[in-house]
């Protein structure tokens, strides 16, 4: 069992910036891969970024592919992710993800093995 708390979302202007941390519960976190997605008002939630066990590979959405950064500190049981270059369109609750493997993001933590944290929200104001 991996228990995922999500932190750090809030208000920020366009063009702003801000760090999103995932604690996981558990001694196996370095075991799985981690990601982020995201849920806009109306729309699906979407693949944002994902990260490999060792942070060796990391796999991001074009949309956000060069302004976010995702990273891991496996001794403290953490994933991040900075946002740069923050957008109006980025407006979203965010989601951290965990799943054992990674083949591509739309099957990305789709199986009922994946966990979910409560998310957490990201508005960028125009």
């Known amino acids: 069992q991996v228990q995922l708390v999500e932190s750090g979302g809030g208000l920020v202007q366009a063009g702003g910036s801000l760090r999103l941390s995932c604690a996981a519960s558990?001694?196996?976190?370095?075991?799985?891969?981690m990601g982020w997605f995201r849920q806009a008002p109306g729309k699906e939630r979407e693949f944002v970024a994902a990260?490999?066990?060792?942070?060796?590979?990391?796999y991001y959405a074009d949309s956000v592919k060069g302004r976010f950064t995702i990273s891991r500190d496996n001794a403290k049981n953490t994933v991040y992710l900075q946002m740069n270059s923050l957008k109006p369109e980025d407006t979203a609750v965010y989601y951290c993800?965990?799943?054992?493997?990674?083949?591509?993001?739309?099957?990305?933590?789709?199986?009922?093995?994946?966990?979910w944290g409560q998310g957490t929200q990201v508005t960028v104001s125009s």
């Open positions: 993800a965990a799943d054992r493997y990674y083949s591509g993001s739309s099957s990305y933590a789709a199986s009922r093995n994946a966990y």
């Open positions: 558990g001694r196996t976190f370095s075991t799985y891969v």
């Open positions: 990260i490999s066990w060792s942070g060796g590979s990391q």
